[in-house]
């Protein structure tokens, strides 16, 4: 076991530690009720950061009491916390987050990289095309972690590495798939082109054999396809390649070589998409459009803890990137009114490297929902929209 994995223990072990010291001590109190540790990845659906929670509380009735009004128990707790090296700050009411006390730690660290591996794979689960390019820049550059997938998730990944690139592509169902994992189409000026998949999530000791490529070879005829796309995260024996130059064109083979720089290029063009979107000659006419209709349902509001309006640049099925616009108040004070969004701001506003976050994206009877930044956006009105801040 390398150091890397040798920290990942030591934190699974100490979220196994700290989970127990709670639940101890609430049930020797008798208020263990209400309550459960939640994981920041699963309950935020954000991407994590260096330093950030290790695990949640989620906590109401005598744990939520104990612990905001900082009684003699909840100093029990946090004795007993900090003697394993962590301590709970709140997040907001019901919701506690356990932090690390030394914050320079390779704990921390080692923390940090178990979160964004989680991730990660909430990301491929997505199973479509990922408009911040944030799953493709990770593989680029950590290509030993294909094989931390699960074969279905190493599918999931390749079908959304190709949809990135614009082709429309099918996943199989994953068994009894008939000898094809994958199906791409590829616009072409005669029409589209039909590559079959065959994808292979095994390690470099375990080689793709002449007989696997034979059967994809039959399946392009069987299917009556325009090629097909042998893909591995392992390495082919010499025959196995010979036999792929002798079908010419229609048999492409592809290791983890060719998945590096295909993430590289779809990460690029993520990263190039979102620059034509955030450009003022896009982005203001946007606004523009908006401003003369009145609503759209790419400006969107959310209020978890003030209104604040968004105009979405790129989505797809399941995700989405969001940019901040400003706002004015319209009446109230303060503490209490309405506010509306400003249309008519300038590209300077789009400058700002914060001013754009990724979402997840929602249709649920047609209904669009963008969860992103901890808050819930919905397309707007067109109406003020109320706020109160002593609520």
């Given at each position: 076991m390398d150091l890397q994995s040798a920290l990942e223990a030591d934190i699974q072990s100490l979220i196994v530690r700290i989970t127990a010291l709670t639940v101890n001590w609430a049930k020797r109190h008798d208020i263990w009720y209400d309550a459960c540790h939640v994981d920041p990845i699963a309950h935020y659906d954000e991407e994590p950061f260096l330093g950030g929670a290790l695990l949640l509380l989620c906590a109401e009735g005598g744990v939520n009491t104990f612990l905001e009004w900082d009684y003699d128990e909840a100093r029990e707790l946090n004795q007993e916390l900090e003697a394993v090296g962590v301590y709970l700050e709140c997040h907001e009411s019901c919701t506690w987050g356990y932090y690390f006390i030394d914050d320079e730690s390779d704990l921390v660290h080692a923390a940090y990289q178990v979160a964004r591996w989680k991730w990660i794979c909430r990301l491929v689960e997505a199973d479509t095309a990922d408009v911040s390019g944030d799953l493709y820049r990770y593989f680029a550059g950590n290509a030993q972690d294909f094989h931390r997938l699960g074969h279905r998730e190493f599918e999931t990944l390749i079908s959304s590495i190709f949809a990135a690139r614009g082709w429309r592509t099918e996943l199989g169902p994953g068994s009894a798939d008939e000898g094809v994992d994958l199906r791409i189409w590829q616009r072409d000026p005669i029409g589209d082109l039909l590559t079959i998949v065959q994808v292979k999530r095994y390690s470099a000791s375990n080689p793709i054999k002449l007989e696997a490529v034979a059967a994809l070879s039959a399946h392009v005829d069987r299917y009556n396809a325009n090629r097909g796309l042998f893909i591995t995260s392992s390495r082919y024996l010499p025959g196995v390649r010979r036999f792929a130059e002798q079908a010419g064109s229609k048999l492409i083979l592809a290791d983890s070589r060719n998945l590096v720089e295909w993430c590289n290029q779809s990460a690029q063009e993520m990263v190039m998409a979102r620059n034509r979107a955030m450009a003022a000659q896009e982005i203001l006419p946007l606004l523009q459009e908006i401003q003369a209709r009145g609503t759209d349902p790419r400006l969107v509001v959310g209020?978890?803890?003030?209104?604040?309006?968004?105009?979405?640049?790129?989505?797809?099925?399941?995700?989405?990137?969001?940019?901040?616009?400003?706002?004015?108040q319209s009446s109230g004070d303060f503490h209490v009114g309405r506010v509306m969004p400003v249309l008519n701001c300038g590209p300077e506003i789009f400058a700002r490297r914060d001013t754009v976050f990724r979402a997840t994206r929602t249709d649920e009877q047609g209904q669009v929902r963008y969860w992103g930044q901890r808050t819930l956006f919905y397309a707007w009105d067109g109406r003020p929209v109320y706020f109160d801040r002593l609520d």
């Open positions: 209020d978890r803890h003030h209104p604040s309006f968004c105009v979405v640049l790129r989505e797809s099925r399941t995700s989405a990137l969001l940019a901040h616009i400003p706002s004015v």
